[in-house]
């Protein structure tokens, strides 16, 4: 999908896109739900923790367990 396609799917102007796009702008938490809706995807999936950070906790709390019994 295009930045033009995707703006106009979102309702947001093109430049927006390539600001959030490049990094220049964070977008707020309307503007994330107008993409995803754009995307058709569920804005959850933006946040969901990678592999190696769900190890990394699973570790820390198994750590913390073994430190206290």
Do not use: H, W
């Not at 959030?20 to 739900?33: A, D, M, V």
């Not at 107008?34 to 569920?42: E, H, P, S, W």
Request: net charge positive; hydrophobic share 40%; glycine share 4%.
């Amino acid at each position: 999908m295009s930045q033009i396609e995707l703006s106009f799917a979102a309702g947001l102007s093109q430049n927006q896109v390539n600001c959030i796009e490049g990094g220049k702008n964070i977008p707020n938490l309307y503007t994330i739900i107008k993409l995803c809706n754009a995307l058709k995807i569920r804005p959850e999936i933006l946040f969901s923790p990678t592999k190696d950070e769900k190890e990394a906790a699973k570790n820390e709390i198994i750590a913390l367990i073994k430190k206290y019994i």
